[in-house]
């Protein structure tokens, strides 16, 4: 099985920076596709970035020129750099692995907390 670990959430103040980091351990030693979704309270979950197998990235445009994904050269990691964070920010951000070769799958991290207060 595979297990993804993040860390780097906390408080932050607006206009402040935090990052993220999603380690990937198990049976699978890369990934066609790392991403990082967050969820607000009281809304749906949402795609914050991806980043693909040749490093082909995307963002939801709210986080556009504030965040950036990368993968590590391991290819088993991810992190997301976040600046200029806004209140809107705040939510549970979730690490997500994605094979798209052969049979499908998914896997999910346990989420870390961010927080950005006024």
């Known amino acids: 099985q595979v297990q993804l670990v993040e860390s780097g959430g906390g408080l932050v103040q607006a206009g402040g920076s935090l990052k993220l980091s999603c380690v990937a351990s198990?049976?699978?030693?890369?990934?066609?596709?790392m991403a990082w979704y967050r969820q607000a309270p009281g809304k749906e979950r949402e795609l914050v970035a991806s980043?693909?197998?040749?490093?082909?990235?995307n963002y939801r445009d709210s986080v556009e020129g504030r965040f950036t994904i990368s993968r590590g050269n391991a290819q088993n990691t991810v992190y997301l750099q976040m600046n200029n964070l806004e209140i809107e920010d705040t939510g549970v951000y979730y690490c997500?692995?994605?094979?798209?070769?052969?049979?499908?799958?998914?896997?999910w991290g346990q989420g870390t907390q961010v927080t950005v207060s006024s």
């Open positions: 997500v692995a994605f094979i798209t070769s052969g049979i499908v799958q998914t896997f």
């Open positions: 198990g049976s699978i030693a890369s990934f066609d596709a």
């Open positions: 980043v693909s197998h040749e490093g082909s990235e």
